[in-house]
């Protein structure tokens, strides 16, 4: 248990370490990273939105019968 703890420490530790080396070779990588994650989220809803757009009505409702 107390390994896994060390270890951990020090992943965070490496982590920070390479965050600040990061923000010293680009220091707008904080807005960067925002934009891309606002992408990413903008794409997972358009994909939703056409998802829901091809479904025929038989498969949206489930009161439906099909012939």
């Keep these: ?3 896994n ?3 951990k420490g020090c992943i965070e530790e490496q982590f920070q370490e390479m965050l600040i080396k990061a923000k010293e070779l680009y220091p707008d990588i904080d807005i960067t ?3 891309l994650e606002n992408i990413t989220a903008t ?3 358009l994909h939703d939105y056409l998802n ?3 479904q025929t009505p038989s498969e949206i409702c489930n009161n439906q ?3």
Excluded: W
Aim: net charge neutral; glycine share 0%; hydrophobic share 30%.
């Design 33 to 35: 990273l925002s934009t």
């Design 1 to 3: 248990m107390e390994t």
């Design 5 to 7: 703890k060390q270890s």
């Design 52 to 54: 829901l757009t091809y």
């Design 65 to 67: 019968t099909t012939f």
């Design 43 to 45: 794409t997972v809803n």
